[in-house]
Nanobody
């Protein structure tokens, strides 16, 4: 399973970005898909996840600012990030697990994309 993350960039505080995660060649099917991020010198952390039927889960730090969605017919998951803060800076990774439930643990995910960098300037 190949995942391709894109959409990162440099944005000012308060700005928005939309990240995409695409699975090469096939849809995500019933896989749960999550976004994680890793800031310099810190461990990777869960950001948001979505199930096949659209159930979502967010980290407290992004609740109300980030929105995850998926198009099961187009094999793509998006992460809309609004009201960005400097502490949102980091590498953002999408991941998929072969079960239907979202997990906040990176060890529960089976497939990972290569990451896309998000930098929020103050």
């Amino acid at each position: 399973v190949q995942l391709q993350a894109s959409g990162g960039g440099l944005v000012q505080t308060g700005g928005s970005l939309r990240l995409s995660c695409a699975r090469a060649g096939r849809t995500f099917g019933t896989y749960a898909v999550g976004w994680f991020r890793q800031a310099p010198g810190k461990e990777r952390e869960f950001v948001a996840g979505v199930t096949f039927i659209g159930t979502t889960n967010y980290a407290d730090s992004v609740e109300g600012r980030f929105f995850i969605s998926r198009d099961n017919n187009r094999n793509t998951v998006w992460l809309q990030m609004n009201s960005l803060k400097p502490e949102d800076t980091g590498g953002y990774y999408c991941a998929a697990r072969t079960t239907a439930k979202i997990s906040v643990l990176e060890s529960d995910y089976d497939y990972w994309g290569q990451g896309t960098q998000v930098t929020v300037s103050s």
